[in-house]
């Protein structure tokens, strides 16, 4: 489960608890004394996102080197898998992975970076250019 599923979860929990009938029927001037209970609802952030058009080289530059390194090489530090030998097919299926938030919550967090940065791109497209700096 993701981390917006289970946001939703708790909001909507949080919400529902103040919507709960089994208390028996006051009087109308016991209503009138209570206070107004105030249920907590989950915060929004709204973001900014500034559109730019950025090269994939520019996002690759900016983004994503510290993990993967100039050479597609990873950082073993950071246990950044390799992106040296994969084909072109597997890194763009990796990517469409993360554009479904399917289990790489760091991707997923980065990806969201990436696009709050206005740094938008192809799963198709990234893949080729990083297929393309990655074989030599």
Same mark, same amino acid.
């Given at each position: 489960?993701?981390?917006?599923?289970i946001?939703?979860? !708790?909001s909507t !929990?949080?919400?529902? #608890?103040?919507?709960?009938?089994?208390k028996t029927?006051?009087? =109308?001037e016991?209503?009138?004394?209570?206070?107004?209970?105030i249920?907590?609802v989950a915060?929004t952030k709204?973001?900014? #996102?500034?559109?730019?058009?950025? =090269? !994939?080289?520019?996002?690759?530059? #900016?983004?994503?080197?510290?993990c993967? =390194?100039?050479?597609g090489s990873?950082?073993?530090?950071?246990?950044?898998?390799?992106?040296?030998?994969?084909t072109?097919?597997?890194?763009?299926?990796s990517l469409?992975e993360?554009?479904?938030?399917?289990?790489?919550?760091?991707?997923?967090?980065?990806r969201?970076?990436?696009?709050?940065?206005?740094?938008?791109?192809?799963?198709?497209?990234?893949? =080729?250019y990083?297929?393309?700096?990655f074989t030599?």
């Open positions: 489960m993701n981390y917006k599923a946001a939703f979860i !708790l !929990l949080i919400a529902l #608890t103040g919507c709960n009938n089994s029927e006051e009087t =109308s016991a209503k009138e004394k209570t206070p107004l209970k249920i907590p915060e709204m973001v900014k #996102t500034v559109k730019k058009e950025y =090269s !994939l080289e520019e996002i690759y530059n #900016t983004m994503c080197i510290e993967h =390194s100039d050479d990873g950082n073993t530090e950071k246990l950044t898998p390799t992106m040296v030998g994969q072109q097919e597997e890194i763009k299926n469409i993360i554009e479904k938030d399917e289990g790489h919550i760091i991707m997923e967090h980065n969201g970076e990436i696009l709050k940065q206005g740094m938008e791109y192809s799963a198709d497209d990234m893949a =080729s990083m297929y393309k700096r030599k």
